[in-house]
């Protein structure tokens, strides 16, 4: 069974940075596809951005050019680094994996960002 656990949050000035952290086991990475979305109180959970079949990625236009996903096969860890906070990015992030064929899903239990002065 596929397990992600999620580190790095934590509580960041606005014009911070945090790196989050997400530990895949339990399968075989190369065949997931790695994502990073987020739920603030009160809204629907969001992508954030994400790994595609091809290699590329994709991000939320609300976080485009501050956040970066990258992986490491070797770890079998997915990371979001996170530029240049605002406060509306507070919300609780979740890390997610996608079998490539199946398109099962499975998630983390999220990490807490809060972005405040």
């Known amino acids: 069974q596929v397990q992600l656990v999620e580190s790095g949050g934590g509580l960041v000035q606005p014009g911070g940075s945090l790196r989050l952290s997400c530990v895949f086991s339990g399968s075989i990475f190369n065949i997931y596809r790695m994502s990073w979305h987020r739920q603030a109180p009160g809204k629907q959970r969001e992508l954030v951005a994400a790994g595609t079949s091809t290699g590329g990625t994709i991000y939320a236009d609300s976080v485009k050019g501050r956040f970066t996903i990258s992986r490491d096969n070797g770890k079998t860890t997915v990371y979001l680094q996170m530029n240049s906070l605002k406060p509306e990015d507070t919300a609780v992030y979740y890390c997610?994996?996608?079998?490539?064929?199946?398109?099962?899903?499975?998630w983390g239990q999220g990490t807490q960002v809060t972005v405040s002065s």
């Open positions: 997610n994996a996608q079998h490539k064929i199946s398109r099962a899903d499975f």
